[in-house]
């Protein structure tokens, strides 16, 4: 198989035909129409994060790891059906997203840890693969910012190398058409299959050493801390908001276009923690 670099490469030709197709011979991908509010884009933006399963899951199956391609497949289903939803209306129901994307992490966590066998850390890796993937869709909120820290927290768990490290590779491939300036938008399919495959990542390496939790610090602080005071305002959690890291970055008077590089900064200080 050849190095998971080519990932990156993949990723963006994937993309790339993906986008001319849906805009010039057939429209398959949902769009994100502006909103007043939060959606600030001025025109529809395809949500195109399904198109890079193709850009890692060969070298998924060609390791072996089918186990992590069926639950990042089944997070990354999730996220487009979701995706297709809010094109026309609030999206799935959060019980039947919550429900798919347990079974998607305890797959996932069981690959961790052996159920039966080992059921506390089944049930750790279980929480931090579930939080961790809807941390990194919540972290979805500015161009460039959640596939950018996604590369760091894959490439850094990974040292850049193995099946995993092409979904680093590919989130990589992604930023030019999301970053300084959007075309396409990741969507919840694209941030559920980056957010899991980083959470498989850090919890491998966790297992021999726990500080490498350390690497999903930036968008476990941006979640824990939009949780609580969405909680504290009595809002759902799971209704988005302008109250995130990235957006108090910007109120603070952070260029937009700088607030990608700036995380990605912050989450390579937790891979130097690590």
């Known amino acids: 198989m050849i190095g998971p670099a080519w990932a990156a490469a993949i ?17 398959f991908l949902p ?18 994060g399904v198109l890079l399963l193709p850009a890692f899951l060969p070298w998924l199956v060609a390791d072996g790891d089918l186990t992590t391609g069926v639950a990042v497949a089944l997070a990354c289903a999730i996220g487009f059906f979701d995706d297709r939803d809010k094109e ?38 279980f929480a931090f693969v579930f939080v961790l993937t809807n941390a990194t869709n919540f972290l979805d909120n500015t ?3 959640a596939s950018a820290v996604a590369a760091a927290m894959l490439l850094a768990a990974t040292g850049g190398n193995g099946a995993l490290a092409a979904g680093g590779f590919a989130a ?3 930023l030019p058409w999301n970053w300084p300036r959007p075309r396409l938008f990741l969507g919840d399919a694209g941030a559920y299959a980056l957010g ?29 801390q939009v949780v609580l005071v969405r909680l504290w305002l009595a809002h759902p959690p799971w209704v988005g908001d302008r109250r ?14 700088l607030v990608a590089p700036l995380f990605a900064a912050l989450a390579v200080l937790g891979a130097l923690l690590a």
């Open 143 to 145: 161009d460039g910012v």
């Open 196 to 224: 899991l495959l980083a959470a498989i990542a850090i919890g491998r390496r966790a297992i021999a050493d726990p500080a490498a939790f350390w690497l999903a610090a930036v968008p476990l602080a941006d979640f824990v």
């Open 172 to 174: 990589l491939g992604f």
């Open 11 to 27: 990723a963006a030709a994937a993309l790339g035909l993906g986008d001319f197709v849906n805009r010039r011979v057939r429209g």
């Open 88 to 125: 026309r209306g609030p999206g799935l129901d959060w019980r039947t997203k919550g429900l798919g994307l347990a079974v998607a992490s305890a797959i996932a966590a069981a690959s961790l840890a052996a159920p039966l066998q080992d059921p506390l850390p089944f049930l750790a890796m």
């Open 244 to 257: 995130h890291l990235t957006h108090i970055a910007q109120t603070l008077g952070t260029a937009r276009w």
């Open 31 to 48: 769009d994100d129409p502006p909103r007043p509010g939060r959606k600030q884009h001025a025109r529809p933006i395809p949500l195109a």
